[in-house]
């Protein structure tokens, strides 16, 4: 567990934000000032680095640095990209990809899919195969570039590219160049490459940390209404429109499939009636051939993120 006095996630990404925006606004004062700006940056990022691999060193030599330590270590959201701007991480980047993989897989799994890690190549490419379906979900794109992709570039920024291939095909498609884990970061790597805008936005939203199991909740994320559900351990997101009357879920409450299992949650829509398979993606039963937009989200246990267009965002 996280210590009390560090800031909540929220607080110290922004706090990354702000630095960046602070040093493209030094770029006013000329290149001089912008140059100068980037070096003290640099300069303390180095300085704290060499501490913070002095400080692992010696908790190595007292015998202290065990499994349970650099899991405790990696699993810190902080601490862990901390560590990993100075190449410091205590997992090599296949184990975090695997780990990145690892977290959206029930996410794919609510849409019948699945992910393969094949290889991490020297070059820094990640190559992976894509498994099941989406059962005629036609978000699949979104699914791969957004819970994927996302995922792995948070768990590994140093990744310069991505290929996927399906089972069935066996073709390859090579996703454009990742986006770093923190803007900031980028800036104190020279070689780092320029950020693809992938027209989407990770935002956290608290309210649906604690949702109960069986619960439906409206939220506003940025600027885009949001309709969300929770199913067990299994959490979902739409845009809050109904597909049919093209309104708001407001007193929308799931609900069990006549005849369907324990797992079965279908979101009825209290003004026209139609009912969403919550698992399927959010397709209509009613045969109307309508289907609600799903969002990708990741959940660690303790935050919620979901994906957003960035139009939308802020």
């Known amino acids: 567990m996280a210590q009390e006095t560090a800031p909540a996630a929220p607080e110290w990404r922004t706090t990354g934000e702000r630095i960046d925006t602070l040093i493209a606004a030094s770029g006013s004062g000329g290149a001089v000032a912008r140059e100068r700006s980037e070096e003290l940056v640099r300069l303390v990022v180095d300085f704290y680095g060499a501490g913070l691999e002095r400080l692992l060193d010696l908790v190595h030599e007292q015998g202290r640095l065990d499994d349970d330590v650099l899991a405790a270590l990696a699993g810190d959201d902080l601490v862990a990209t901390v560590l990993l701007v100075h190449g410091l991480h205590p997992y090599g980047v296949e184990t975090r990809v695997e780990q990145a993989l690892e977290s959206v897989r029930p996410y794919l799994g609510s849409h019948g899919g ?3 890690l094949l290889a991490v190549t020297d070059e820094g490419t990640v190559r992976l195969r894509l498994l099941g379906s989406c059962d005629g979900c036609p978000s699949s794109s979104v699914t791969l570039k957004l819970a994927v992709q996302g995922a792995v570039e948070a768990a590994a920024p140093e990744i310069t590219s991505i290929e996927v291939e399906t089972a ?5 498609v090579a996703a454009g160049p990742l986006v770093p884990v923190d803007s900031l970061f980028a800036r104190l790597h020279a070689d780092a490459g320029a950020a693809e805008d992938d027209g989407a936005s990770w935002e956290v939203v608290p309210e649906l940390s604690g ?3 069986g619960a439906v909740a409206r939220v506003d994320v940025g600027r885009l209404p949001v309709v969300a559900c929770r199913v067990g ?3 979902f997101a739409f845009e809050d429109r109904c597909a049919r009357c093209e309104r708001p879920f407001e007193g929308a409450a799931l609900a ?4 369907g299992g ?3 949650a279908i979101l009825r829509c209290a003004g026209c009636r139609a009912h969403y398979d919550v698992r399927r993606a959010g397709v209509c ?3 109307d051939s309508l289907h609600l937009a799903p969002l990708p989200l990741l959940s660690d246990g303790a935050t919620v993120s979901v994906s957003v267009p960035a139009a939308v965002a802020r």
Not at 168 to 172: I, S
């Open 114 to 116: 699945d992910v393969e």
């Open 285 to 287: 039963l009613d045969g």
């Open 168 to 172: 069935a095909e066996g073709d390859a």
């Open 233 to 235: 351990a299994d959490l």
């Open 256 to 259: 069990r499939r006549l005849g």
């Open 211 to 213: 949702l109960e199991s």
């Open 262 to 264: 324990s797992g079965d």
